[in-house]
């Protein structure tokens, strides 16, 4: 496999439920990204880790918690979501040296809907 | 208060005729611009880039121009293919030891064969 990947590529939950989104990366990178896309908004960064420790939490709702566990992988556990959290949600790695961030490769997302 | 907009939600261009993606910013600390392409159902991926200290970067039909006074970039696609039919994202970032790409909302294009 290469590149990222995300699972579920789907996923209906209810407000009370407790999920999770999984994101690989098989890129050798230092850094990965939870991003937020909305419709008709930017996508927006919520979370970045590099070398496994969060450096960047742009004032993202606690119901919202990442974790990563290693270089390659990536979490975002979700827990009493609301249905204005439906959006499609990136992972994203890059290749970070010094002050110089490399581009971004995004995974395919995984499209949350939150009933 | 957005830092980085792409004003033209939309564009149809017909096939072999150029495209002209336009992005504006507002951040005069903004040294590296990227633009990415999307797909239905699929992520963004990585299209051309340019650093601050050019004004200019082509790769095959892409090309990417940079207007540092006026904080403006735009993405050139010629000649303009059917595949190229996607919503293209620009996106800017200050290479201060930050890890903050600043998206744009996106422009859509349609190429017409």
């Known amino acids: 496999e290469t590149g990222v990947t995300q699972t579920p590529r789907h996923l209906v939950m209810g407000m009370t439920n407790k999920k999770s989104l999984k994101c690989e990366q098989h890129?050798?990178?230092?850094?990965m990204y939870w991003y937020k896309q909305s419709a008709k908004k930017p996508l927006e960064l919520m979370f970045v880790?590099?070398?496994?420790?969060?450096?960047e939490n742009n004032s993202v709702p606690s119901r919202f918690s990442p974790e990563c566990p290693n270089s390659s992988h990536l979490f975002l556990h979700l827990h009493t979501l609301q249905p204005e959290d439906s959006a499609l949600y990136l992972c994203?790695?890059?290749?970070?040296?010094?002050?110089?961030?490399?581009?971004?490769?995004f995974g395919e997302g995984s499209r949350l809907t939150v009933l | 208060d957005q830092q980085v907009k792409q004003n033209s939600p939309s564009l149809s261009v017909q096939e072999g005729r150029i495209s002209i993606l336009n992005c504006d910013y507002t951040n005069s600390m903004f040294d590296y611009f990227l633009w990415y392409k999307k797909y239905p159902a699929e992520g963004p991926t990585f299209l051309i880039s340019?650093?601050?200290?050019?004004d200019k970067n082509e790769d095959g039909r892409f090309t990417v121009f940079l207007n540092k006074s006026a904080k403006h970039l735009s993405l050139h696609i010629v000649p303009s293919q059917p595949g190229d039919s996607a919503v293209y994202f620009c996106?800017?970032?200050?290479?201060?030891?930050?890890?903050?790409?600043?998206f744009g909302t996106g422009t859509r294009l349609k190429v017409l064969a």
């Open positions: 880790y590099s070398l496994e420790e969060r450096v």
């Open positions: 340019i650093s601050s200290i050019k």
């Open positions: 890129l050798g990178h230092n850094a």
């Open positions: 994203a790695s890059s290749h970070t040296s010094g002050a110089n961030t490399g581009e971004l490769f």
């Open positions: 996106a800017a970032s200050a290479t201060s030891g930050t890890y903050k790409y600043i």
